[in-house]
């Protein structure tokens, strides 16, 4: 495998990819706890660790595992990293925990980590498989913190838990309620289609340019 | 804190919707929701789904608690889940094929469905008994369904207006989405 592959498998998931953006993936997670980024972050990692290991491990399995169970095998293998975390996050900080609530458990069926075991890592080697798992949890990690970002300056006046505009801000509270998560990630998708469409323009009229001069 | 059953009906129907005030179950909001033909077969196959899920959950929590495994819970659930809905599917293939065949690739999609995990996490952490838990899955799921038909009555409309280029598709589905959302927020402290 040379590196030009591996650098594309990698970059696959943090842009072109992207499975917030892009694919609209594992929405229930990106929504319900990007109220702060902090927590967009933890939720980010444990689901990137998550990813990782069990796409490494799917790949290391892919030739013993007979086809017609396959998706009960991952699931298996998925849960099982997730209790590892869910009780890791239980011991490192109980206020992390108690914030992202039941959502650390239900990392099992976020379909990102079953679509990229069943798309990628059950047909490549784990070096490939993990690089792009690792791709793909870091796409996730920033999608989730340019929602959690914006939440948290709009609905607290806070980033990481530092004031910013000092004590006369109201905060504009609709944005950490539920309807604020579905506002923001749909102002993020008109942003990301506006600039798609204007690059699509560019191109057609450079074309345009040169079909003039010839 | 002891909550009567109706509660718990009202709070997981309404004020707590488990789409639209808790993000459980966007997966399926946001891809089965643009026909309403679709939508009401999946609210009610989901909501079918999370009472055996439930049923089976509560037993086997005890279970678990008896033969102290908690840390078992997460993966017995998921596999519980995933049995559960095969078990449908063949009941609907033997019993009502029309209906099998009208959902079609929808049903064995469930199982990854957050909205059917949530119910028999949520009964677990909140400590529900029997009667309880019931209630709690049949309210989740007719909240589900309340809001999948609410969302593809609305698209249906949309369908013949004029929207902006730029905001088709997704971008539109989640606005709306937060509307609804904003509406529902309206009913925030019925349960008590």
């Known amino acids: ?214 | 804190m002891h909550e009567t059953a109706f509660q718990i009906f009202i709070n997981a129907l309404l004020a707590n919707n488990f789409v639209l005030a808790m993000f459980l179950g966007l997966c399926p909001f946001l891809g089965v929701s643009g026909k309403l033909d679709t939508a009401f077969p999946m609210g009610v196959a989901t909501t079918f789904v999370m009472l055996v899920a439930s049923l089976c959950a509560y037993g086997l929590n005890m279970l678990l608690g008896y033969l102290h495994l908690e840390f078992l819970r997460l993966i017995s659930y998921i596999v519980i889940i995933a049995s559960s809905v095969q078990l449908v599917e063949m009941v609907l293939k033997k019993y009502s094929p029309t209906l099998f065949r009208a959902l079609g690739i929808y049903l064995p999609l469930i199982t990854t469905n957050c909205a059917v995990l949530g119910v028999a996490l949520f009964q677990t952490a909140r400590e529900y008994d029997f009667v309880q838990s019931v209630t709690f899955s049949v309210g989740g799921g007719a909240g589900f369904t309340l809001a999948l038909v609410l969302m593809a009555s609305v698209r249906e409309r949309l369908q013949l207006s004029n929207i902006p280029d730029l905001a088709q598709g997704t971008a539109l589905s989640l606005m709306l989405a937060g509307i609804l959302s904003l509406s529902f927020m309206g009913f925030a402290g019925l349960g008590g």
């Open chain 1, 1 to 214: 495998m040379n590196t030009a592959t591996t650098w594309d498998d990698f970059m696959e998931g943090i842009w072109r990819q992207n499975p917030v953006f892009v694919m609209v993936l594992g929405m229930c997670p990106t929504l319900a706890v990007t109220v702060s980024a902090v927590n967009s972050i933890s939720m980010g990692l444990a689901t990137l660790f998550v990813l990782v290991c069990s796409c490494g491990l799917v790949s290391l399995l892919r030739k013993l595992v007979p086809k017609e169970v396959r998706i009960a095998v991952y699931i298996v293998i998925i849960a099982t990293f997730v209790t590892a975390v869910d009780y890791a996050i239980q011991a490192i900080s109980l206020a992390l925990y108690d914030a992202l609530g039941a959502f650390i458990q239900l990392i099992v069926v976020n379909c990102i980590i079953l679509g990229r075991a069943e798309a990628h890592a059950a047909k490549n080697p784990p070096l490939s498989a993990m690089v792009n798992a690792a791709g793909m949890g870091i796409g996730f990690v920033i999608g989730l913190l340019a929602l959690g970002v914006v939440r948290e300056i709009l609905g607290a006046g806070t980033l990481f838990g530092v004031s910013l505009f000092g004590a006369e801000f109201q905060p504009w509270v609709i944005m950490v309620l539920p309807p604020g998560g579905f506002f923001v990630l749909g102002g993020w998708l008109l942003l990301f289609s506006w600039h798609a469409r204007r690059k699509q323009r560019k191109q057609s009229a450079k074309l345009g340019e040169v079909t003039q001069n010839a």
